[in-house]
């Protein structure tokens, strides 16, 4: 990256280098540009797909010509409301999605995969949460931080119990299909990974791929659940672009297994910590009831 960047500096002339996170961002007589370090064609070719689908909402590339680098055109964000924000993005995605989507053939080996892969994430996380009950009902005087678990542990286990009833159930319903579908997904999705300006774009296309739109929407919530409203950024998407039973089935058990709380650190970062991924559960507990379909969902 930094034999790139005196590269660069020598075809720009810059006259300002500014670091912003995993980019640098390059003022120069020519234009502004930003330059990432680039391991593969992913990005490039990912471009070209998406322009042969009609979908061309990212950054240009400035160079196309790099090895080790990727350098795109700088576009400056307009500021927004978050929420603002987010609902805009999802409609740009849902438009990624039906651009990009088809329908794929499948054997039950596929459905069996996924199935298998959830239930070993489930039972994985059961058997920590098992051990660490074990561990913290023989204290006498409990930290702050392993009252507070405690007091809440048996949401732990009623999401647990929760995923592993839907995880049947979904399987039971999806094992037959022979066909499923998948789009081009940005994998990576988060507010700060869209721009808004004359028009919109997404950035920070390193993993993108084609596989099942329910991913983004996953990784989405996963970051963000905190900071938005995501009942009204769902129905929004879903209008667009609608999921089918299972897929949306399949969206809201994997936002229901409970994530691991890590209990190392001083006693303040351990509180916030367990505070932090308990109102992840409470909350997504809430989005379940509200959008997951009547026939599902019973907590």
Known sequence: MNNALEVLKREFKPYRLTKKKNVTIIDSTSGTFVVKEKKDN????????LKSRNFDY??????????????FEYIEDVKMPKEQKAMDMVDLVALLHNKTTYFKEVTED????IYENLKDNIIYTKNYYDFL??????EVYPSPSHYLLMRN???IFESLDFCTNELEDWFEKSRNEKKTRVAFIHNNLETDHFIKNNREYLISWEKSKIDS?????????????????FEAILERY??????????????????????????????LSITKEIRKKLDYMFKTENLVKNLLPPNNGDR
């Open 153 to 155: 542990i048996y949401k």
């Open 213 to 229: 739109p329910v991913l983004d929407l996953i990784g989405f919530y996963q970051k963000e659940y905190m900071n938005l409203n």
């Open 110 to 113: 596929k459905y069996k995969e």
């Open 238 to 267: 879903f209008r667009s672009y609608p999921l089918s039973p299972e897929e949306k089935h399949l969206f809201f058990l994997v936002i229901s297994i409970p994530p691991i709380i890590n209990l190392e650190g001083s006693e």
């Open 42 to 49: 992913k990005v490039a070719n990912a471009y070209e797909y």
């Open 133 to 138: 009950y074990e561990k913290l009902i023989e």
């Open 58 to 71: 990212f950054p240009p590339l400035a160079l196309n010509d790099r090895g080790d680098v990727n350098v």
